[in-house]
């Protein structure tokens, strides 16, 4: 890793993550990227088979209830991607293994160089990240970045748990072999 100065300190991109969290608040909602997969859904079932949807009790909270709106729950997602890819390119930070196109050493040491079974891992944990963020009623930015700015307890309780169990996946993934 060099010393390249970042772009913004990590003290103003805070600052502006918590005024953007403000305004977005202030504006419609808090921020939260989940529920928009869920809302899509509810759409296209209460679109397809409307008695269905109503029937069910999760799905028919949202959908065509909904007044979060499909659009900007989108753009927030479709935004998160636009943004990682611009902020890398602006830094020219990236991982050094993307040069050679080559996965991480820890990885490849630890479960081979197969790309295919690292984009079945990556969509697996994606996959169970998003189960897990609708049943605990939201994902992580809205849980630890909308939740706790507001003091939710159970968003709290939330950070807590996800990071104590992704210190412990990762001791179990790694244990003795990094």
């Given at each position: 890793m060099d010393d390249k100065p970042?772009?913004?300190?990590?003290k103003a991109a805070g600052i502006a993550l918590g005024l953007l969290l403000v305004f977005a608040t202030w504006y419609n909602k808090p921020l939260g990227v989940s529920t928009q997969f869920v809302v899509t859904d509810a759409i296209v079932v209460h679109k397809v088979a409307p008695e269905a949807a109503e029937a069910n009790k999760y799905m028919a909270k949202y959908g065509e209830k909904q007044d979060w709106g499909i659009g900007y729950g989108w753009m927030l997602v479709i935004g998160?991607?636009?943004?990682g890819f611009i902020a890398a390119r602006l830094t020219g930070d990236k991982q050094p293994e993307a040069d050679k196109g080559s996965m991480p050493p820890m990885w490849?040491?630890?479960f081979g160089a197969s790309r295919g079974k690292r984009f079945a891992a990556a969509f697996a944990g994606g996959a169970l990240l998003l189960f897990?963020?609708?049943?605990a009623g939201?994902?992580?930015s809205g849980h630890m970045i909308s939740g706790i700015s507001q003091l939710?307890?159970?968003s709290f309780i939330f950070g807590i748990c996800t990071f104590g169990a992704a210190i412990l996946?990762?001791?179990?993934?790694?244990?003795?072999?990094?």
């Open positions: 970042a772009i913004i300190s990590w998160m991607f636009a943004g490849e040491r630890v897990g963020a609708r049943l939201g994902c992580t939710a307890i159970s996946m990762a001791h179990y993934l790694y244990r003795n072999r990094g």
